[in-house]
């Protein structure tokens, strides 16, 4: 049986694509059992206005090849639903982050994939996100 999915936060896709060694070993060992990485189309648009203001065109069409060979998840109407629930929690607790945590927080929970974020911080305060940060050293 392997592993649950994992769906890979912007933070952690980035240090990928700048080859840390500790995400590189992390990714490798993920991918030992599954096809491919997944993270939500909210995090490729992150990664590519990241890129395109510095107008890094060798990097843009490397990670237009990334996109094809992962799984890019869309935002369904069903996320909207449930982020929109996510927001609406988290104003009420005064602990309000940005949409696009919520939407892939949302993403997350929706598919019951584990979300890989060194931002523990944000994505802590939703319930029942499950987090595994890749960042960090196993203990």
């Not at 896709?13 to 700048?18: E, I, M």
């Not at 993270?39 to 490397?62: C, P």
């Given at each position: 049986?392997?592993?649950?999915?994992?769906?890979?936060?912007?933070?952690?896709?980035?240090?990928?694509?700048?080859?840390?060694?500790?995400?590189?070993?992390?990714?490798?060992?993920?991918?030992?059992?599954?096809?491919?990485?997944?993270?939500?189309?909210?995090?490729?648009?992150?990664?590519?206005?990241?890129?395109?203001?510095?107008?890094?065109?060798?990097?843009?069409?490397?990670?237009?090849l990334f996109c094809q060979?992962?799984?890019?998840?869309?935002?369904?109407?069903?996320?909207?639903?449930?982020?929109?629930?996510?927001?609406?929690?988290?104003?009420?607790?005064?602990?309000?982050?940005?949409?696009?945590?919520?939407?892939?927080?949302?993403?997350?929970?929706?598919y019951n994939f584990i979300l890989s974020t060194?931002?523990?911080?944000?994505?802590?305060?939703?319930?029942?996100?499950?987090?595994?940060?890749?960042?960090?050293?196993?203990?």
């Amino acid at each position: 049986m392997s592993s649950p999915t994992i769906l890979v936060d912007t933070d952690i896709l980035s240090k990928l694509l700048r080859a840390e060694p500790m995400i590189v070993r992390k990714t490798q060992s993920y991918l030992q059992e599954h096809s491919c990485l997944t993270f939500s189309i909210i995090t490729k648009y992150e990664i590519l206005r990241g890129l395109k203001v510095k107008t890094a065109t060798s990097q843009l069409q490397k990670f237009d090849l990334f996109c094809q060979a992962n799984e890019v998840v869309p935002i369904t109407e069903h996320i909207v639903e449930l982020a929109s629930e996510i927001y609406a929690d988290l104003y009420r607790r005064g602990l309000l982050i940005s949409d696009a945590d919520i939407l892939i927080a949302a993403t997350a929970i929706h598919y019951n994939f584990i979300l890989s974020t060194n931002n523990e911080d944000h994505f802590s305060r939703i319930q029942p996100l499950k987090i595994d940060n890749w960042n960090k050293q196993n203990v």
